[in-house]
């Protein structure tokens, strides 16, 4: 019997780190609804429930499992510690979580779990915390909660650590702390790429800088992890005909061919649309130039029947071969493979309801009431667009975290009716 009661408590613990691991891809994911990420933290919090249940047996009989393999097992011996307020394993737990920043997302992610009020106290302890990683989750996890950690966070812009200086900065721009610009626009010509992504990112979404929207560009035209990004928010704050002139060189660029297909996307003008069409045309940039139609357009490839087959010969990566030492994944995944003539007999069809010099998302010009339906009906990668551009109309106002728990993003935008097609 204790037998079967352990194995059930280790099933509780592998499938609560698994499906937070499942629920952390899918938040940003360019197929997932608000209401199946909802879903998702259903399945995840009643694996959290069987071990809160076993109590204190738990513990012992899966503490194994709850050892920091990996960012989910961090996320599930973190949210019950938290919640039983246990300090020793809250203090085992914390050092796990500082040997690397990606470890350290599971405790952020088991703090912005809990609710507000409970998560408070823990995250003013991390605050607090003589190490410059236990500040820098406590930064995080307040921004998570969107709930301004105050001094500490003026006090982390100043600090010497890079790892904790960026969190600060990139929680200056998702909390709407226009009054620390001035101290952000301090760090756009840092040395360290994180600190300088951070402080741009954020200084450009409050304010438009130019000087932040220059530091954006250089990085998308750079070979950094954060080139993506910051193209897309450069794109979306910059005025129109410079958004244009400087999307023209990154189309141009065969190295930067991809950025361009996602920047006509964040553009949103219907001028893009015949430019993406020909990209559907070569295997490597289908799918995304696929995504980006739909982002600018709002036609779903699916009910419309405007996709087609992989191409023969293209190889998806990572495949089955284990002698291919490619092993990263598939960035196009989950994305449709569009058929370009249908795709064109489409837009011939339509072409007359856009008009160039407007940007549209999903189909409408980019009004605020059609952005907060997108932010609640759209699916991730497409809500989180539309949480950009509502804050980049509304400073000083917190930008919508699509990654929060799905109930609590209900609470806050309605029931999601059905999706936009």
Same mark, same amino acid.
Request: aromatic share 6%; net charge neutral; glycine share 10%.
């Given at each position: 019997?204790?037998?079967?009661?352990?194995?059930?408590?280790?099933?509780?613990?592998?499938?609560?780190?698994?499906?937070?691991?499942?629920?952390?891809?899918?938040?940003?994911?360019?197929?997932?609804?608000l209401?199946?990420?909802?879903?998702?933290?259903?399945?995840?919090?009643?694996?959290?429930?069987?071990?809160r249940?076993?109590?204190?047996?738990?513990?012992?009989?899966?503490?194994?499992?709850?050892?920091?393999?990996?960012?989910?097992?961090?996320?599930?011996?973190?949210?019950?510690?938290?919640?039983?307020?246990?300090?020793?394993?809250?203090?085992?737990?914390?050092?796990?979580?500082?040997?690397?920043?990606?470890?350290?997302?599971?405790?952020?992610?088991?703090l912005?779990?809990?609710?507000?009020?409970?998560?408070?106290?823990?995250?003013?302890?991390?605050?607090? &915390?003589?190490? @410059?990683?236990?500040? +820098?989750? !406590? *930064?995080?996890? /307040?921004?998570?909660?969107?709930?301004?950690p105050?001094? $500490?966070?003026?006090?982390?812009?100043?600090?010497?650590d890079?790892?904790?200086?960026?969190?600060?900065?990139?929680?200056v721009?998702?909390?709407?702390?226009?009054?620390?610009?001035?101290v952000?626009?301090?760090?756009l010509?840092?040395?360290?790429?994180?600190?300088?992504?951070?402080?741009?990112?954020?200084?450009a979404?409050?304010?438009?800088?130019s000087?932040?929207?220059?530091?954006?560009?250089?990085?998308?035209?750079?070979?950094?992890?954060?080139?993506?990004?910051?193209?897309?928010?450069a794109?979306?704050?910059?005025?129109?005909?410079?958004?244009?002139?400087?999307?023209?060189?990154? &189309?141009?660029? @065969?190295?930067?061919? +991809?950025l !361009? *297909?996602?920047? /006509?996307?964040?553009?949103?003008?219907?001028?893009?649309? $015949?430019?993406?069409?020909?990209?559907?045309?070569?295997?490597?940039?289908?799918?995304?130039?696929?995504e980006?139609?739909?982002?600018?357009?709002?036609?779903?490839?699916?009910?419309?029947?405007?996709?087609g087959?992989?191409?023969?010969?293209?190889?998806?990566?990572?495949?089955?071969?284990?002698?291919?030492e490619?092993?990263?994944?598939?960035?196009?995944?989950?994305?449709?493979?569009?058929?370009?003539?249908?795709?064109?007999?489409?837009?011939?069809?339509?072409?007359?309801q856009?008009?160039?010099?407007?940007?549209?998302?999903?189909g409408?010009?980019?009004?605020?009431?059609?952005?907060?339906?997108?932010?609640?009906?759209?699916r991730?990668?497409?809500?989180?667009? /539309?949480?950009?551009?509502?804050?980049?109309?509304?400073?000083?106002?917190?930008?919508?975290?699509?990654?929060?728990?799905?109930?609590?993003?209900?609470?806050?935008?309605?029931?999601?009716?059905?999706?936009?097609?």
């Amino acid at each position: 019997m204790e037998q079967a009661i352990g194995a059930l408590i280790h099933q509780h613990a592998q499938e609560s780190a698994f499906l937070w691991l499942l629920r952390d891809e899918a938040t940003a994911s360019p197929h997932y609804l608000l209401r199946q990420v909802a879903e998702l933290d259903q399945r995840v919090e009643a694996h959290l429930d069987g071990l809160r249940i076993a109590g204190g047996p738990a513990w012992e009989l899966c503490e194994e499992q709850l050892v920091p393999k990996g960012a989910g097992e961090i996320f599930a011996g973190a949210a019950l510690a938290f919640e039983t307020e246990d300090n020793q394993r809250l203090t085992d737990l914390l050092k796990a979580a500082s040997k690397s920043v990606q470890l350290s997302r599971g405790l952020i992610s088991a703090l912005g779990w809990l609710a507000g009020d409970r998560a408070q106290p823990h995250i003013r302890r991390l605050l607090q &915390s003589p190490e @410059p990683m236990g500040r +820098r989750m !406590g *930064i995080a996890a /307040a921004a998570v909660l969107r709930h301004d950690p105050g001094p $500490p966070l003026a006090e982390a812009l100043r600090d010497n650590d890079a790892l904790l200086k960026a969190k600060a900065l990139r929680a200056v721009g998702e909390l709407g702390r226009l009054d620390l610009i001035p101290v952000a626009k301090s760090s756009l010509a840092s040395d360290k790429e994180e600190v300088r992504f951070a402080a741009s990112w954020s200084v450009a979404l409050l304010s438009g800088d130019s000087q932040a929207l220059g530091a954006l560009q250089s990085l998308g035209e750079s070979k950094g992890v954060c080139r993506e990004k910051a193209t897309q928010l450069a794109l979306r704050r910059m005025e129109l005909s410079g958004a244009k002139a400087w999307l023209k060189g990154l &189309s141009q660029s @065969p190295a930067h061919v +991809r950025l !361009g *297909i996602m920047g /006509a996307g964040a553009i949103g003008d219907p001028e893009y649309g $015949p430019w993406l069409i020909e990209r559907m045309k070569v295997p490597s940039l289908a799918r995304a130039a696929g995504e980006a139609f739909t982002m600018l357009t709002g036609v779903d490839f699916d009910s419309e029947h405007l996709d087609g087959k992989q191409p023969e010969g293209f190889e998806v990566a990572p495949n089955d071969d284990p002698m291919d030492e490619n092993v990263a994944m598939d960035e196009d995944d989950n994305l449709h493979w569009p058929e370009p003539t249908l795709v064109q007999k489409w837009w011939d069809k339509n072409r007359g309801q856009f008009q160039n010099g407007t940007r549209y998302i999903l189909g409408k010009p980019m009004t605020i009431e059609w952005l907060k339906t997108v932010l609640r009906d759209g699916r991730q990668r497409q809500r989180a667009a /539309a949480a950009l551009e509502l804050a980049i109309r509304q400073p000083g106002t917190t930008l919508f975290n699509v990654k929060a728990r799905g109930f609590r993003q209900i609470q806050l935008l309605g029931k999601p009716g059905p999706p936009i097609r």
